[in-house]
C-alpha cells in the first residue's frame, strides 16, 4: 500500500501558526458552526485542518475558528491537528478548497426523519435532539411528523412533571 | 362578472403606458407610485417620471413599505432612488402583519416589530416613517394599502402585469374602459398602467433609458437562478410561496441569511427544507391515514392561530355536511361537494388563512364528476341528502 499520503503525517501544531486563505467562499451560518463546537466536544478531533507547505488554510477554515473557543482549546492545550498537501500552484490549490467543501451529500428528507424517530423510540427528548444537532424545534418536529409521531408524542420534557398539593 | 378577451391594439405598450399615467394625472389630484424595488415598478416610476415632467407635476410622489428582510441591493437601490430629485419617496418601516409560512407555531411575524428590535436583520433607515394615523397594528400589507389613499382622491399605481398570473388578468379584463383602473372598495382607486407589458419591455425601457435599476437582479444573474428568479417579485421572504426560494438568501446574501434565521421561528428549517416534501402539502407517512394526519398537522398549530385554521376546516365539513349524508372520503374528492381528507390536509397544511385553497372545492368537485361521467343532477340524485328516501 501506498504510505505517501497526507493524512500519514498528522501534526499537532499552534492554531495560532496557522492563517485563513483570502478566497474561501463557503460561509457557514450560525447554528453549524454551533454544531461544529459540540461535534468536536462530544466526538473530539477527528479530521485535521488541511494547509499548505505556507501553513495557510486549504480547507478546514471552520474547525480553526472554533478552535480559538477556550472550550474547545482545552481538550488539546492549543494545539490543532494539521496534515500538509502540496499544490503545485494556486490554482490547485483554490480546486483542493472547492474540492473538499463540495464533495458531500445532502441528507434525504426521508432518512432523516427515520433517524429522528428512532431516536425518539430510544427515550431521546425534543429538547434533546434539538441542542444535540442544533435545530430547531420546527425541523425536529416537522421531521417527526414526517415518520408519522404526532406531535403529542414529541413533547416530552426530560424534566420531571410539577408537584402539586392541595 | 364578464371577462373581456384580450385585443391587441395599434399603439406600443411605452406610448400606451404614458397616454394611461397622463389620463390618471387629469383624473385624480395626484398620482402615488407604490414602489416595491422591483424591475415592474421602476418602469412604472420611469414612465410616471416621463408624463409628470412633461405636465410640470414633479416630483413624482411614491411609497415604498420596507418590509425588514429585503435584499441588500434592493435596499440600496431604493436608497439611490430616494435621493433622485424627480422623486418624493416616503420610505414607510411599519410592523405590518405578513405570512410566516415557515413555521406552524408562530404562522405571522411583523417586521420593524418595536419590542423585536433585538432581531431585526438590518439596521432602520434614518428616514423611515414609523407610523401613519391610518395603520394599527394586525393589519396586513392588504388591509392597509387599501387604507392609505382612501377617501383622497389620490391614484396608487402599481406595476402589476397580468403576464405574471391568471388572477391579475382577470382583474384589468373585467371593464373594457378604463380597464387598468380598479375600485376594489368604496374612496380607493388603484391603476396599472403597465398591465399589458412583458418583462422583456420593461427591460428595454431601463435600457432605452439608460436607467438605474436594482442590483439583486444581477446577483440572480449571476447564479443558476437565472431563469427561475429573474420574473421574481420582490416579497417578503417567509410567505407561502418565497418559502421555497428561501435558500436564495443563504446563498446570495449570506452575512443577512445569519440573522434571518433568528428573525422567525423555522427559517433555518424553511431554508434546508423548503423545496421539500415537508413543506408541501401531497404528502402524509405511509401508515397514517389522510384524517390522521388533519389531525397531526392541527396539533402543531397554537392558540387562536389553531382555532382560526380548526374553524376552516370546520366550515368546509359543514358545507359537506350540509350536501350530503355520506362520509368524507379519504382519498378521492367527493363528486358532490369535491371534499376529502386529502384535501383537508391540503388546507391545514398551508394554513389556508386567506381561504385560497377552500376556494377551489368546486373545481376539485367538477374534475370528478368529469371522472365518474356523471352531471351535477344526478351526482345529487345518487349521493345527495335524503337519497334514502
Known amino acids: 500500500m501506498n504510505k505517501d499520503q497526507p493524512i500519514n503525517g498528522v501534526e499537532w501544531v499552534q492554531r495560532d501558526s496557522l492563517k485563513p486563505n483570502n478566497y474561501n467562499p463557503n460561509r457557514v451560518a450560525p447554528p453549524e458552526l454551533k454544531l461544529l463546537k459540540i461535534s468536536i466536544l462530544e466526538d473530539g478531533w477527528t479530521q485535521p485542518i488541511v494547509i499548505n507547505p505556507d501553513n495557510e488554510i486549504v480547507d478546514g477554515f471552520h474547525r480553526w475558528t472554533i478552535s480559538a473557543d477556550p472550550q474547545i482549546a482545552q481538550l488539546t492545550g492549543g494545539l490543532v491537528p494539521v496534515v500538509t498537501t502540496r499544490p503545485k500552484d494556486s490554482a490547485q490549490q483554490k480546486m483542493a478548497t472547492i474540492r473538499h467543501n463540495r464533495a458531500r451529500g445532502t441528507h434525504g428528507v426521508l432518512d432523516m426523519s427515520k433517524i429522528v424517530q428512532s431516536m425518539i423510540d430510544d427515550g431521546l427528548s425534543q429538547q434533546e435532539i434539538m441542542a444535540r444537532l442544533q435545530m430547531e424545534s420546527e425541523e425536529v418536529i416537522r421531521l417527526a411528523l414526517r415518520a408519522g409521531i404526532p406531535k403529542t408524542d414529541i413533547i416530552q420534557d426530560s424534566g420531571f412533571s410539577q408537584a402539586w398539593e392541595v | ?389
Open chain 2, 1 to 389: 362578472m364578464a371577462i373581456h378577451k384580450k385585443k391587441y391594439i395599434d399603439a406600443n405598450v411605452y406610448e400606451k403606458a404614458l397616454e394611461r399615467i397622463e389620463s390618471l394625472y387629469s383624473k385624480f389630484d395626484d398620482v402615488v407610485v407604490s414602489f416595491s424595488g422591483g424591475k415592474d415598478s421602476t418602469a412604472m416610476l420611469l414612465c410616471t417620471i416621463e408624463v409628470a415632467a412633461k405636465l410640470n407635476r414633479l416630483p413624482v410622489t411614491a411609497v415604498f413599505y420596507d418590509e425588514e428582510a429585503v435584499h441588500p441591493t434592493t435596499i440600496e437601490y431604493v436608497q439611490r432612488v430616494s435621493e433622485m430629485p424627480e422623486v418624493n419617496l416616503h420610505w414607510y418601516c411599519l410592523p405590518v402583519k405578513h405570512r410566516n409560512a415557515c413555521s406552524n407555531e408562530q404562522p405571522f411575524w411583523h417586521p420593524w416589530h418595536p419590542e423585536e428590535k433585538e432581531k431585526w436583520v438590518r439596521e432602520m433607515p434614518a428616514q423611515a416613517i414609523t407610523e401613519h394615523p391610518r395603520f394599527q397594528f394586525g393589519m396586513t400589507m392588504q388591509d392597509f394599502g387599501r387604507e392609505h389613499y382612501r377617501y383622497t382622491n389620490k391614484v396608487v399605481v402599481q406595476g402589476i402585469r397580468t403576464e405574471e398570473s391568471m388572477r391579475r388578468y382577470q382583474v384589468v379584463a373585467r371593464k373594457k374602459e378604463e380597464n387598468y383602473i380598479s375600485k376594489p372598495d368604496k374612496g380607493i382607486y388603484f391603476a396599472f398602467p403597465i398591465y399589458d407589458w412583458s418583462s422583456k419591455d420593461v427591460w428595454k425601457l431601463v435600457q432605452i433609458k439608460n436607467a438605474d435599476y436594482n442590483r439583486t437582479y444581477d446577483i440572480f444573474n449571476k447564479t443558476e437562478l437565472y431563469e427561475h428568479f429573474l420574473s421574481q417579485r420582490v416579497c417578503p421572504p417567509y410567505g407561502e410561496e418565497p418559502v421555497r426560494g428561501l435558500w436564495v438568501y443563504a446563498e446570495c446574501f449570506p452575512e443577512m441569511w445569519h440573522k434571518m434565521i433568528y428573525r422567525v421561528p423555522g427559517a433555518a428549517t424553511a431554508g434546508r427544507y423548503g423545496n421539500t416534501e415537508l413543506y408541501s402539502q401531497g404528502y402524509k407517512p405511509e401508515h397514517v391515514s389522510w384524517r390522521d394526519h388533519v389531525q397531526n398537522v392541527i396539533n402543531t398549530y397554537q392558540g387562536a392561530d389553531k382555532a382560526d385554521v380548526v374553524s376552516a376546516i370546520n366550515q368546509a365539513i359543514n358545507l359537506h355536511k350540509k350536501k350530503t349524508d355520506d362520509r368524507i372520503p379519504e382519498d378521492d374528492a367527493h363528486p358532490l361537494t369535491g371534499l376529502s381528507w386529502r384535501f383537508l390536509s391540503k388546507m391545514v397544511t398551508r394554513g389556508d388563512f386567506k381561504g385560497r385553497v377552500m376556494q377551489t372545492l368546486s373545481t376539485h368537485s367538477n374534475n370528478q364528476l368529469r371522472k365518474m361521467g356523471i352531471t351535477l343532477e344526478q351526482a345529487e340524485k345518487i349521493y345527495g341528502k335524503g337519497k334514502a328516501l
